[in-house]
């Protein structure tokens, strides 16, 4: 059981944080995000919200630039620099969104017409809708309010606030795009000296975590020979590849069960599931098709390598191939992101804990096991201690129907966010209106 370090505000800390909880204005954090929402932003396609995002936190006093990875594409960031002596604290979300809002995504995203899917804002008394409302961009507007309020009370701050978003947040690869996505534009962005002591990482689900699991994609094989509707089943030469990857299919959902369970520990449960499978032409359903492919995405555990992950694979295939001699497989791992962990004494791990129990009055407890994979890992691989916060998600009581499973993720209840910003706020006074040796720097 993970135990929190007590360490209560001074008095002057918590006239701050009051303070600033006082400036909160959740009105204020539906108008920006439901203006950010109306701006699409799929990923490696962001410059227009990036750049929308620069100008709005320069007006509310950061100092704000829009940082291009190329001509459709950039991050953002604003800084407040505190009084000096103290630590970096960046609070960050990525600010694309996984999926592309048009046809492209149909029919694999179901039924499209829900008002979470669409690229566009919508709102409902407390209610915002749209393409990512809820992840990423409920996250950034909860950030920047929490900004606009330390800044609006006028806390004396020894350290630097530094808020800051990425294109390339969501577990995708876009070719097109300069193989946007996997974290790229987080690693473009701490390449260019946004170098912070600390991050704080806003995500779903109201539990404090110190680590995130990294990913693995694989594509499996199964071939067989080109053939043609009108022969009769036990022609010589002919061997179906679709019907035997029928069986792969199984053999594989329980392989990733037994991985999850065989490679848990810490507070991560690194779960696997098969996205998709391919094979033949719709246009030529005459000739069944010599492969068939099955890919995948399963997620690494931080102390798991990816390169271990591949071998424990490639010994199921071995498995496989021992037990069913008459199937003909072939693989690969074509992306691999590690994971990252925070030691949870680490100093912005246990401030968020203290403002978590602070808000609940509460012990935190222990987390559910994590499967979900942010750029938390990879702030965490260049060596930044991160604290991953959220809130209650899904939002539940939608007066709009919603898309089955995660959708758009395009829902957010505003009240449901406060909570998190009071703690968030915690954790910046708690962080920056100290000395660095204060924080074990």
């Known amino acids: 059981m993970r135990t929190t370090t007590p360490l209560p505000l001074s008095a002057e800390q918590q006239s701050w944080y009051e303070q600033v909880c006082a400036k909160l204005d959740p009105k204020r954090l539906q108008t920006l995000l439901f203006?950010?929402?109306d701006i699409h932003s799929p990923t490696g396609a962001a410059r227009e919200a990036s750049e929308f995002m620069a100008r709005h936190m320069a007006s509310i006093g950061l100092n704000a630039s829009y940082r291009p990875m190329n001509e459709i594409s950039g991050n953002v960031v604003g800084e407040m620099r505190g009084s000096g002596g103290g630590a970096s604290l960046m609070l960050y979300a990525p600010i694309d969104t996984h999926l592309e809002g048009d046809e492209r995504d149909r029919p694999w995203v179901g039924p499209a017409d829900f008002v979470d899917l669409q690229p566009r804002a919508r709102s409902e008394g407390d209610w915002v809708y749209g393409l990512g409302a809820s992840n990423p961009k409920g996250m950034i507007a909860t950030l920047t309010e929490v900004a606009t309020a330390v800044i609006e009370a006028g806390v004396p701050l020894v350290g630097d606030l530094i808020l800051a978003m990425a294109d390339g947040g969501m577990p995708v690869n876009v070719a097109e795009r300069d193989n946007a996505g996997m974290s790229n534009g987080v690693v473009h962005l701490l390449s260019r000296?946004?170098?912070?002591?600390?991050?704080?990482?806003?995500?779903?689900?109201?539990?404090?975590?110190?680590?995130?699991?990294?990913?693995?994609?694989?594509?499996?094989?199964?071939?067989?020979t080109l053939g043609y509707a009108g022969v009769p089943r036990g022609t010589p030469g002919f061997r179906s590849s679709v019907v035997p990857a029928a069986h792969v299919i199984l053999e594989l959902e329980q392989w990733l069960i037994e991985y999850a369970?065989?490679?848990?520990?810490?507070?991560?449960?690194?779960?696997?599931?098969?996205?998709?499978?391919?094979?033949?032409?719709?246009?030529?359903?005459?000739?069944?098709?010599?492969?068939?492919?099955?890919?995948?995405?399963?997620?690494?555990?931080p102390r798991t390598s990816p390169g271990e992950v591949k071998a424990q694979f490639a010994a199921f295939v071995a498995d496989l191939r021992a037990r069913h001699p008459d199937l003909d497989l072939d693989w690969e791992m074509y992306g691999s992101v590690p994971g990252g962990t925070t030691d949870p004494d680490n100093w912005i791990v246990q401030s968020a804990l203290r403002g978590w129990e602070h808000v609940e009055q509460r012990a935190h407890p222990e987390p559910s096991p994590l499967g979900g994979q942010t750029d938390g890992a990879a702030l965490r691989r260049?060596?930044?201690?991160?604290?991953?916060?959220?809130?209650?998600?899904?939002?539940?009581?939608?007066?709009?129907?919603?898309?089955?499973?995660?959708?758009?993720?395009?829902?957010?209840?505003?009240?449901?966010?406060?909570?998190?910003?009071?703690?968030?706020?915690?954790?910046?006074?708690?962080?920056?209106?100290?000395?660095?040796?204060?924080?074990?720097?």
Not at 285 to 299: G, H, L, N, Q, Y
């Open 261 to 301: 369970e065989h490679n848990a520990s810490g507070v991560v449960k690194p779960h696997g599931w098969i996205a998709g499978v391919r094979s033949g032409w719709p246009e030529r359903p005459a000739f069944p098709s010599a492969v068939t492919e099955i890919f995948f995405d399963v997620r690494i555990n």
């Open 35 to 37: 203006e950010l929402t």
């Open 382 to 441: 260049f060596g930044i201690p991160t604290a991953r916060l959220g809130w209650p998600w899904p939002a539940e009581g939608s007066p709009e129907p919603l898309a089955e499973g995660l959708g758009g993720m395009g829902a957010t209840y505003v009240p449901d966010l406060m909570p998190c910003a009071h703690k968030i706020v915690y954790a910046v006074i708690d962080t920056l209106t100290r000395k660095r040796e204060e924080l074990g720097l």
């Open 193 to 224: 000296g946004v170098a912070p002591d600390f991050a704080i990482v806003m995500k779903p689900w109201n539990t404090v975590y110190h680590e995130e699991p990294g990913m693995g994609w694989f594509k499996l094989q199964v071939k067989g």
